[in-house]
């Protein structure tokens, strides 16, 4: 029986990739459905799966904050809405079977465990999926920066950074450019110099400092998380070495 590559994994998701397809700012029953159902596959190879989940879906911080709210409370307020979609993706998981722990950075004991980086890797550790939630717990940074930081803690071997529609790194955006050339593999350093869309530059440096490899797939085709974990070239890998 074919071993999987990668035996600890973080999965980066954005809060946009649980509204599916639909244009109004929510949460799409089937698409968590379908999100929890790509968990499943993996979690059968006996691979441990933590995931940072962004709040897009529900709060968009940006906008508020160009109509004048203060930065630091737009930032807080969508640190809350990342907590929102960790419940929703926990209970898509549990209605599945699937042993959960939802943490969050900032602490709020009734509605889930404040988040404790040794206690996270023993739930890895005791086969529970982990959702973590609330960011870095700090304004001005992303959740593609929390993806890093809780990939570092926790000793994950890759961040799987999903896309909407967007099958890997490209030199310009696909839907916009006929033109744009997808990149099988390259180094941090490419992506920094040529301002590619991988994650925010503050991660992107933290990712190469530390030596932790990114693969950038689309999470809207069926079976793409599993296929990586077993060792199948998918999407964009991004590392030091910059190839597979």
Wanted: proline share 2%; charged share 25%; with cysteine.
């Amino acid at each position: 029986m074919q071993q999987p590559k990668y035996r600890r994994i973080l999965i980066k998701l954005s809060g946009e990739s649980l509204a599916g397809d639909q244009k109004v700012e929510s949460i799409d029953s089937d698409q968590l459905d379908f999100l929890a159902n790509e968990i499943e596959h993996v979690i059968q190879h006996n691979v441990e799966v933590a995931v940072v989940i962004g709040g897009g879906n529900i709060w968009r911080g940006n906008r508020a904050i160009a109509r004048g709210m203060d930065a630091a409370q737009s930032h807080y307020m969508g640190m809350l809405a990342t907590v929102i979609n960790a419940l929703a993706l926990q209970d898509a998981l549990e209605r599945r079977n699937i042993y959960t722990r939802a943490m969050t950075a900032i602490k709020m004991d009734e509605v889930a465990e404040t988040y404790i980086r040794r206690r996270a890797t023993r739930h890895l550790e005791k086969g529970r999926v982990i959702i973590l939630s609330a960011g870095t717990g700090n304004p001005y940074f992303t959740t593609d920066s929390a993806a890093a930081l809780r990939a570092a803690e926790i000793h994950a071997e890759v961040i799987l950074m999903a896309k909407n529609g967007v099958d890997g790194v490209y030199s310009a955006d696909p839907r916009r450019d006929p033109d744009a050339v997808r990149f099988d593999h390259l180094t941090y350093m490419d992506a920094l110099s040529r301002g590619l869309t991988v994650m925010d530059s503050t991660a992107l440096t933290f990712c190469m400092d530390n030596d932790i490899p990114i693969i950038v797939f689309n999470a809207q085709d069926p079976g793409t998380i599993e296929r990586i974990v077993m060792g199948e070239q998918v999407g964009t890998l991004v590392s030091n070495v910059g190839e597979w």
